[in-house]
């Protein structure tokens, strides 16, 4: 397959790479970070040092993957995030910072790549959002509103290009042990590697799965916890971080 994967520098994205590649398909990797982007390089992967923040600059490198005649069977939109907001300050630049990383970054992403994806085989469009959109958690107004933005922003997606024969998935993962999550300050129930997160993403994108959650153990309480009254959860949630 040709892949491309976006966040691929670190975390979930760079475990994601590094197993595809392994298992011998063609990958495009795109991040920020030089000394990262360099050592995928080694590997023999193509890589392109992008901040998908920058509209202009990043439609105008997709666009030249399309004049080159590149076709893409797989694209997993996974760059993003995470800062948390405290009260008593209510800081709506972190709100605005968080949804430029997520949910603008996604969009744009998903502009460059379509119309290289309309040119693979049995072609898959995937993103990555997170559990954290199931239901409202403490101080993650910011982070949980991008990534429900970025879940309806698919689920749309994936209605609009059904036709065209082009799946839509999204990832939502728990707590994954990445650089991103070893900044919580927090208890991180049920968090998994990324060696693990890897494997069961790549599997839920073989079967071309609509949603991939994991670990299940913990969406399946999120998602029950999702069908409660919003005062009950409210009133549950105090208990639990006090
Ligand atoms: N870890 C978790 O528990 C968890 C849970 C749920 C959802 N997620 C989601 O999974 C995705 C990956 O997270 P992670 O934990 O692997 O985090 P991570 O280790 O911090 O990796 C984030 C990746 O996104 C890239 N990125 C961020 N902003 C970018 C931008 N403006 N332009 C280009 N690349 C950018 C980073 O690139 P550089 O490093 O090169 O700047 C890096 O490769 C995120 O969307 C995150 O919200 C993570």
């Known amino acids: 397959m040709r892949i491309l994967i976006t966040g691929a520098t670190s975390g979930i994205g ?3 790479s590094l197993d595809y590649h392994r298992q011998g398909h063609e990958l495009w990797a795109v991040g920020r970070n030089r000394a990262a982007l360099a ?13 998908l923040r920058q509209r202009e600059e990043s439609l105008a490198w997709f666009s030249r993957l399309h004049d080159q005649g590149l076709g893409l069977d797989l694209a997993i939109l996974n760059a993003g995030t995470c800062e948390y907001l405290d009260l008593p300050v209510f800081d ?3 709100v605005s ?3 430029r990383a997520n949910l603008d970054s996604m969009a744009v992403s998903i502009e460059g790549v ?20 199931y239901l409202p958690l403490p101080r993650a107004e910011a982070y ?21 024969g082009i799946a839509v998935s999204l990832v939502c993962p728990g707590f ?9 300050d927090f208890p991180m129930p049920c968090r998994v590697s990324t060696a693990r997160a890897s494997r069961i993403i790549r599997r839920g994108i073989g079967r071309r799965q609509a949603e991939i959650h994991f ?7 999120l998602k029950l916890g999702a069908l409660l009254p919003g005062g009950w959860w409210c009133r549950l949630a105090q208990r639990m971080i006090s």
């Open 176 to 184: 994954v042990q990445t650089p991103l999550t070893d900044r919580n």
């Open 114 to 133: 379509l119309p290289l994806l309309r040119r693979g085989t049995r072609p898959q469009l995937v993103g990555v959002g997170s559990s954290a959109a």
């Open 14 to 16: 760079r475990a994601l």
């Open 39 to 51: 050592e995928l390089e080694s590997r023999g992967i193509h890589v392109c040092r992008l901040d």
């Open 97 to 99: 910072r968080v949804m």
């Open 92 to 94: 709506s630049a972190l």
């Open 144 to 164: 949980g509103a991008s990534k429900a933005a970025v879940a309806y922003l698919l689920e749309s997606l994936r209605l609009d290009l059904y036709r065209e």
């Open 215 to 221: 670990p299940w153990r913990f969406t399946l309480l």
